[in-house]
């Protein structure tokens, strides 16, 4: 449990003042707890469920106008990790919701999952592999608004925002060369609060093949190809 006063500096010329309580708790599952038995190929699959909740004042809420409007808000977020290894697929994920429940600008309520992961599977003898990860946040939708404490409570001009990526990759080994084909998928979305934000998906197909490095004089060729789509919030 910890008690602390930071200053920001919004985008108009005034302090803005925030009075933090806080605290988290981590409870990690115990070996006989994991998903499956450990063997020589796989490791055990761990959960870890978190708690943190913390109690903050600040003179930022709803930022309408040039007044100072100031609001008691709660905030308190469950979640969990999880990561492991087992036969061709290993993963790593880390997920959190996010709950502000304010005492007067009860407009301002809300809730949000946030987090991340990645993951890699092999789906045919290290050959054909696969690629995943993603990431949600909560960001400001201009660089000149103002920052806000625990994923952008008690203040405007914020907005969830999402990447997923998804990459299918073939490996190819000869005796004296190998090359890999990919093609890469990413997508970016801003919610409906980034009016003036086109959520892009960003197509990349590459290619590399080369010469092995047991050879003293070694080559590659390279060559990728990319195409950005743009569709409205």
């Known amino acids: 449990m910890d008690m602390a006063t930071d200053m920001v500096a919004p985008n108009r010329p005034r302090l803005a003042s925030r009075l ?3 605290g988290a708790l981590g409870l990690a599952c115990q070996p006989g707890f994991a998903l499956e038995e450990q063997t020589a190929g796989s490791r055990n699959w761990v959960i870890v469920p978190t708690l943190s909740s913390s109690l903050t004042w600040t003179d930022n809420a709803g930022l309408t106008g040039g007044q100072r409007q100031g609001d008691l808000y709660l905030s308190v977020d469950p979640g969990l990790s999880l990561s492991g290894q087992s036969g061709g697929a290993q993963a790593r994920l880390s997920l959190r919701l996010h709950n502000a429940i304010y005492e007067q600008k009860k407009d301002l309520n809300r809730t949000g999952l946030y987090g991340n992961g990645t993951g890699s599977f092999d789906l045919y003898e290290r050959r054909v592999m696969l690629d995943a990860s993603f990431s949600s946040t909560r960001e400001r939708l201009s660089l000149f608004g103002t920052p806000a404490a625990n994923g952008g409570d008690a203040a405007s001009g914020q907005t969830d925002y999402r990447t997923y990526q998804l990459s299918p990759y073939w490996r190819f080994q000869g ?10 998928a990413n997508y970016s979305n801003a919610g409906s609060s980034a009016t003036s934000y086109r959520n892009p998906l960003i197509h990349t197909a590459s290619l590399s093949y080369g010469s092995n490095t047991t050879q003293p004089l070694g080559w590659t060729l390279t060559g990728q190809y990319s195409l950005t789509d743009y569709s409205d919030a």
């Open 175 to 184: 005796v004296d060369t190998h090359g890999e084909l990919r093609y890469r």
């Open 20 to 22: 933090l309580l806080g």
